[in-house]
């Protein structure tokens, strides 16, 4: 049984930081990817970031590039989410998602998902 386990989502000012966490476990995740999507109420669900586990490639969407950093920590089985010039339109419930494939930004084919954590940018 896959499990994603996120923290560190909060409130901060437009201009600030904070780090997502996504805890996996329950798998060896070397052929996964692991991704993150974002969701403000009323808004679909959106691809922010993935990382592919084995290869270490990267995809940003480009409402984010530049500003947010995927990265990994294999010892942990930890996948982070930096994300730095916060925005108020950055406000949404964030998951963590994975898919026993390659890099992919459409939501509905990721087969595990965490319990999502509030980002809250005031301006």
């Known amino acids: 049984q896959v499990q994603l386990v996120e923290s560190g989502g909060g409130l901060v000012q437009a201009g600030g930081s904070l780090r997502l966490s996504c805890a996996a476990s329950?798998?060896?995740?070397?052929?996964?990817?692991m991704g993150w999507f974002r969701q403000a109420p009323g808004n679909k669900r959106e691809f922010v970031a993935a990382?592919?586990?084995?290869?270490?490639?990267?995809y940003y969407a480009e409402a984010v590039k530049g500003r947010i950093t995927i990265t990994r920590d294999n010892a942990k089985n930890t996948v982070y989410l930096q994300m730095n010039s916060l925005k108020p339109e950055d406000t949404a419930v964030y998951y963590c998602?994975?898919?026993?494939?390659?890099?992919?930004?459409?939501?509905?084919?990721?087969?595990?998902w965490g319990q999502g954590t509030q980002v809250t940018v005031s301006s």
């Open positions: 998602a994975a898919r026993r494939a390659d890099i992919a930004t459409m939501w509905e084919v990721y087969d595990y």
């Open positions: 990382k592919n586990w084995s290869t270490g490639t990267t």
């Open positions: 329950g798998r060896t995740f070397s052929s996964y990817t």
